[in-house]
C-alpha cells in the first residue's frame, strides 16, 4: 500500500470541517466526506455553489474529483462541477443541484459531497486518421445494455 497523501487544508470559516474518511484501514472509504459550512435550501430545480469554508493545497502530482454522496443522491440531490486542479488554492465550492420535487435544507456541518484524490497524469493527444478496432467498436452511451 503507498504511503498516506498529506493534503494542506486551510479553513476558510470558524463553522468549516475538514474534510474526512468515515471509513479507514484496508477496506475504507474512496472518497473522504466534504461538509457544507453554511445554511442553505436548495428550492426544487435549483443549482448553487455550497461553500464548504475549506481551501486545499493538492501535491502536483494530485487533483480531486468532487463526487455524489448516495444518501443525497437518493434525494435528488446531485453534483454538477467536480474538478479541482492541483494549483487551485481558492475556497473549495461544491455545485449541487435539486432534481427532486420538495425543497432540501443543507445545515452548516451536513456532509454535501465526497473528495476522490486522483493521480494527475498528463497525456498528448495524437491525431490519427484511424483508431484500431476493439470489442465494443462504436457503440456509444448504454451499449452494454445497462
Known amino acids: 500500500m503507498d504511503a498516506a497523501v498529506s493534503i494542506k487544508t486551510r479553513r476558510l470559516s470558524p463553522t468549516a470541517m475538514l474534510p474526512k474518511y468515515a471509513h479507514t484501514g484496508a477496506w475504507g472509504d474512496l472518497a473522504a466526506d466534504l461538509y457544507a459550512s453554511a445554511d442553505v435550501t436548495l428550492a426544487p430545480g435549483q443549482t448553487l455553489a455550497v461553500s464548504t469554508g475549506i481551501a486545499l493545497e493538492l501535491p502536483s502530482e494530485y487533483g480531486a474529483l468532487v463526487e455524489d454522496r448516495s444518501g443525497l443522491a437518493i434525494r435528488g440531490i446531485t453534483t454538477l462541477a467536480g474538478v479541482i486542479d492541483p494549483g487551485y488554492r481558492g475556497e473549495l465550492r461544491v455545485v ?31 491525431e490519427v486518421e484511424e483508431l484500431e478496432d476493439a470489442p465494443r467498436g462504436v457503440g456509444g452511451f448504454g451499449s452494454t445494455g445497462v
Request: proline share 0%; aromatic share 4%.
Open 96 to 126: 449541487l443541484t435539486n432534481l427532486g420535487t420538495a425543497a432540501v435544507e443543507i445545515t452548516a456541518g451536513d456532509r454535501i459531497a465526497q473528495l476522490r484524490l486522483v493521480r494527475r497524469i498528463e497525456a498528448t493527444f495524437e
